[in-house]
C-alpha cells in the first residue's frame, strides 16, 4: 500500500488511514497483511496508530549497496546506464494500491489505480496546462493497459468510461467511510474559547482549492447580516491553493470589504480531534463545493450523524440522503435560506448507524485483492 502523508492534499492522506481503520473490522482471518511502502519512515507511525494488526515497512526506494553504488557509477560512465537496477519482488508486494504511474515497481507487480475524479475535465480553469497534460497522459497510459482502478463514486466510474470509451479496464466502484480517532473527551466550550466561536456557529472543512467554493458561504453570510442575523462561520484547512495562489487573499478581502469579521472564522489546518469536535458542535456543515470525487468532509458529517447543507451536484447525490438540504452552489440566497432555517432549528439531524458503511468499504476492498 503506498501511503504519503500530505497536509497539501490531507484527503489522500486520511483516505488510506481511513481503509486501514475500516479493515480492523474483518474477522482476523480475513484481514489482509499491508505492507506499506512510503518515502518516510515517519509516515508509518500514523498507519502503526490506527492499531491495525498486520502491518510491515518497505522504504519507497530499494536500497543500493556501496559496491552496487561503484558499479553503476562505473557502467553510467561506460555506457549512460546503470547495471545494477533493484526492484521488489511480487512477492514482496503483493498487489500495490493505489499503484502510481510516478513510481518505478516490478513490471509485473499486480496494479490497483485509484481515480478520484474528473475535476480537470469540468473546471479546466483552475489546472495550469502542464497539469492537464500531465493528467490526461497518466490517465491514458491507465486506460490503455486493461487496469484495474477503483472509483469512489459511480459518478467517476461513468466519467472514465465517457472520457476514455472502449477501454478494457475492470473498474469497481469503493465507497469510501471515515473512522475517527477519540474526540469526545474535548471541550467543546474551551475550544470555542480558543477559536473566538460563540455558540451558534456553522463549519466548513475544507482545503482552501478555490472548486470548494468558499466564497458562497461568505456572500450568504453577507445577506444574513443584511438581514440582522447573527451567526459564525468557521473555516478551517490549509490556507494556500498552489495552482490560485491569491484565492485565499481574495477570501479576506471579501470578509474585510463586507464587515464580516466577526462572522468569519479561518481557522487554518487544525488538530483533527478538534476540528472533528467543532464539527459535532456546530449547527450544521456546510460543503459548497463545486466538484468533488466523494467527499470526506460529508464522510464526517454521516458518521457523525451531523446535518450538511450540500451543494447539489451529483456525486453528493449520489452520496448523501438523509440529514441534507442542497442548494445550488452558485447561488448564496439558497444556502443563507437554509442557514437561516438552522439558526431558526427547522433543521435537525437524527441518529444514522454508520457501522455498515465502514463494513462495506472493508468487504469491498477485501474482494478486490482476490479478484
Not at 480475513?30 to 508509518?44: E, G, N, R, T, Y
Not at 552496487?68 to 547495471?83: E, F, H, M, P, W
Not at 438581514?227 to 470578509?255: M, W
Not at 464587515?259 to 480531534?273: A, K, N, S, T
Amino acid at each position: 500500500m503506498l501511503f504519503h502523508n500530505d497536509s497539501g492534499w490531507i484527503a489522500g492522506t486520511y483516505y488510506i488511514l481511513n481503509l486501514v481503520n475500516a479493515l480492523k473490522v474483518l474477522p482476523d482471518g480475513q484481514k489482509p497483511h499491508l505492507v506499506i511502502i512510503s518515502k518516510k519512515a515517519d509516515d508509518m507511525q500514523l498507519v502503526k496508530d490506527t492499531g491495525y494488526p498486520y502491518l510491515s515497512y518497505l522504504p519507497l526506494e530499494v536500497s543500493y549497496s556501496i559496491t552496487d553504488r561503484l558499479i553503476n557509477k562505473a557502467s553510467r560512465a561506460l555506457s549512460g546506464k546503470n547495471r545494477i537496477n533493484r526492484k521488489y519482488t511480487d512477492a514482496q508486494l503483493g498487489t500495490v494500491f493505489p499503484y502510481s504511474l510516478h513510481y518505478s515497481l516490478s513490471d509485473s507487480t499486480s496494479r490497483l489505480y485509484w481515480i478520484p475524479d474528473f475535476q480537470e475535465k469540468y473546471f479546466p480553469q483552475f489546472f495550469t496546462g502542464q497539469e492537464k497534460a500531465e493528467r490526461q497522459k497518466g490517465l491514458e497510459s491507465i486506460a490503455a493497459a486493461a487496469n484495474r482502478i477503483v472509483f469512489s463514486s459511480r459518478n467517476a466510474q461513468e466519467d472514465f468510461q465517457k472520457f476514455f470509451p472502449g477501454n478494457k479496464c475492470s473498474t469497481h466502484v469503493v465507497h469510501f467511510a471515515a473512522t475517527h480517532p477519540e474526540y469526545s473527551s474535548l471541550d467543546l466550550a474551551a475550544l470555542r474559547t480558543k477559536f473566538g466561536l460563540g455558540e451558534n456557529y456553522f463549519i466548513s472543512p475544507n482545503q482552501f482549492w478555490e472548486h470548494k467554493n468558499h466564497i458562497v458561504v461568505l456572500k450568504a453570510l453577507k445577506q444574513l447580516k443584511g438581514q440582522g442575523v447573527s451567526c459564525q462561520v468557521a473555516f478551517t484547512g490549509k490556507e494556500r491553493d498552489h495552482r490560485n495562489p491569491d484565492y485565499f487573499d481574495r477570501l479576506k478581502a471579501f470578509v474585510k470589504e463586507n464587515e464580516l469579521d466577526d462572522q468569519v472564522r479561518f481557522l487554518g489546518f487544525i488538530d483533527r480531534r478538534e476540528q472533528l469536535k467543532l464539527m459535532e458542535g456546530a449547527l450544521a456543515v456546510i460543503q459548497p463545493s463545486l466538484f468533488e470525487g466523494w467527499s470526506t468532509v460529508v464522510e464526517d458529517a454521516k458518521a457523525m450523524s451531523r446535518y450538511v447543507l450540500l451543494s447539489d451536484i451529483p456525486v453528493h447525490r449520489e452520496q448523501l440522503g438523509h440529514n441534507v438540504s442542497f442548494f445550488d452552489p452558485r447561488n448564496e440566497d439558497a444556502l443563507a435560506l437554509l442557514m437561516s432555517q438552522s439558526l431558526e432549528s427547522s433543521l435537525k439531524s437524527s441518529f444514522f448507524d454508520y457501522n455498515d458503511n465502514v463494513r462495506e468499504f472493508a468487504q469491498s476492498f477485501a474482494l478486490l485483492l482476490h479478484l
